[in-house]
């Protein structure tokens, strides 16, 4: 390493978009970033659609932002590719789905497809589901269960039913399919460890165990305040039976994207061996980290090779920080969805400040990880901090604009607490958001409605800013993306770039404007 060492800062759901209403990056009182974003050599750098790796147009996501920084080059993500298998047919006629769908014709056993029911397309996207049941339809299977969850955390809040009918109608035209189950994500996605609401989600799906049922899908959600907290409901037939998984039944569970889905598609695995359905099989469209053995329809891209590795290779010593929200993004995501600790690794999680709706507290544990990481870069055998700041990110997703404000100005004096004591100390910093949410709280709906409170990410570039102890800064080089991050760091860490890693440096970028290597 002839470089020195430094820190990653990366901003949860820092985007940037010009001062309007909703803006909460614009509005709360945060003269660092202020000054970093406005000062005309900040950075914005593409950080959704095809800069990253997802389809055009997709707002981006913290699993695809932290693996595209720490890979340095776009990776095709699992919702790209479950879309282009849709797009090509190769879903339609995919040997596994074929194979199993002519088992459960010959068996009389039932298709149950269990997945987020909109179009988000952070963890699923309603748009496959045709597909499947094109694939279900052409094997002559006529039972297809269908298990709907309910977002309105991706997708603007109070939208379900409308979701919900659009599944219907599309059973409908394609002539297969009903609606068994509808349950909010809150249930059937927690992945803050609430076993309670996972086994109620398991129960619904396996035995039709509801707290209330209702005649059809859209029932289940009217009148019901929050989409993701819709109780577990069945859909039963006049006679009130609901559907239940037996024995030698198939479950294809088709979000996309593991984080959230995995903790149910691990319980229901440990409920149908505890109840000895030993047959059931298990499915995945995008491959899964669970326990259990899950085979996935679609294969993941290989994100090997990026900036962990060339640490290793270089026995740079990292430090990884985060609040726990965020732990497997500045590790697991970062590390190419590797879960192998590399030599000279360390991972600190910052426990949580306070229970209790994350409104409430929008602070969260800031404080204590602005402290773990001006110690840890203190340490002197320390090359590389990487920290998440999850604060803009995590409120923002309560579509709270009081409380994002607040979750601004936290990680605004904080942000700048570190980059004050890291000038002290020589360290330089690079600070950058892996997508946008916090700079766009409302949005419009289409009918020309007055426009409502919208906690989901967007589309928006990200700021990216280097702070050196010598106070210099870049130019900004157009078209720019995230991945650029990687090369980025490796570079001004001195650590040589591998070549995997296609991604412009921001050095390069910069240098062919002729503006750079005096920033070392
Ligand atoms: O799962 C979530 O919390 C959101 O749907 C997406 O947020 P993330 O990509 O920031 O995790
Ligand atoms: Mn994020
Ligand atoms: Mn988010």
Redesign the pocket.
């Known amino acids: 390493m002839d470089g020195s060492p430094g820190i990653l800062l990366i901003l ?2 820092w985007g940037h978009a010009p001062a309007a209403p909703g803006n909460a990056l614009a509005a709360a009182a945060s003269p660092f970033l202020d000054a970093l974003v406005g000062d005309p050599a900040g950075l914005l750098l593409e950080a959704s659609g095809g800069a990253v790796g997802l389809p055009e147009g997709v707002v981006g ?2 699993e695809i ?1 932290h693996m595209v920084m720490g890979a340095g080059r776009p990776l095709e993500y699992d919702s790209l590719l479950v879309q282009r298998q849709a797009e090509s047919g190769a879903l339609r006629t995919h040997p596994v789905l074929r194979d199993v769908c002519g088992r459960l014709v010959r068996e009389g056993g039932t298709l149950h497809l269990v997945g987020l029911c909109s179009d988000g397309r952070i963890h699923a996207d309603i748009g496959h589901l045709p597909e499947v049941l094109r694939a279900v339809r052409a094997a002559g299977l006529e039972r297809c269960a269908i298990h709907a969850i309910t977002d309105g955390r991706d997708v603007p809040e109070g939208t379900s039913g409308r979701y919900l009918s659009a599944l219907t109608t599309m059973t409908e035209e394609i002539g297969v399919g009903f609606v068994a189950g509808v349950i909010g994500r809150d249930y059937a996605m927690d992945k803050s460890g609430r076993d309670d609401l996972t086994a109620k989600a398991s129960r619904l799906l396996l035995d039709g165990a509801a707290e209330r049922t209702a005649p059809d899908a859209e029932s289940a959600v009217r009148g019901h305040d929050h989409d993701g907290s819709v109780p577990p409901t069945a859909v039963t037939d006049p006679a009130g039976t609901p559907t239940t998984v037996r024995d030698g039944d198939v479950i294809l569970f088709m979000n996309f994207r593991s984080d959230r889905t995995a903790p149910l598609v691990d319980r229901v695995a440990d409920d149908l061996a505890s109840d000895g359905r030993t047959r059931v099989r298990l499915l995945s469209l995008g491959r899964y980290d669970t326990r259990a053995e899950v085979p996935a329809l679609v294969p993941r891209a290989d994100a090997s090779g990026g900036v962990a590795d060339a640490l290793e290779e270089a026995g740079v010593r990292s430090l990884r920080i985060a609040e726990r929200e965020k732990f497997d993004h500045v590790t697991f995501f970062f590390n190419g969805r590797d879960a192998r600790r590399r030599t000279g690794e360390e991972h600190v999680l910052v426990p949580p400040a306070a229970d209790g709706p994350v409104q409430d507290h929008p602070e969260m544990n800031i404080d204590a990880l602005g402290r773990a990481v001006v110690e840890g870069a203190g340490r002197g055998d320390v090359g590389l901090v990487v920290a998440n700041l999850a604060n803009m ?1 995590v409120v923002g997703h309560t579509g709270s604009y009081e409380a994002t404000c607040r979750a601004v100005t936290a990680v605004d004096r904080v942000a700048a607490r570190i980059c004050a004591a890291a000038r002290d100390s020589g360290h330089w910093v690079l600070l950058v958001g ?2 946008g949410n916090a700079e766009q709280m409302l949005t419009s709906p289409e009918d020309g409605s007055a426009p409502r409170p919208y906690g989901g990410h967007t589309r928006n570039p990200v700021p990216c800013a280097l702070v050196t102890a010598d106070g210099a800064r870049p130019a900004a080089p157009a078209g720019a993306a995230i991945p650029s991050i990687g090369p980025t760091v490796l570079h001004l860490l001195g650590v040589p770039v591998p070549a995997g890693m296609s991604a412009p440096s921001l050095f390069t970028l910069r240098s062919r404007q002729g503006a750079l290597d005096d920033l070392r």
């Open positions: 949860d759901g996501n913290s932002g990110d892996d997508h």
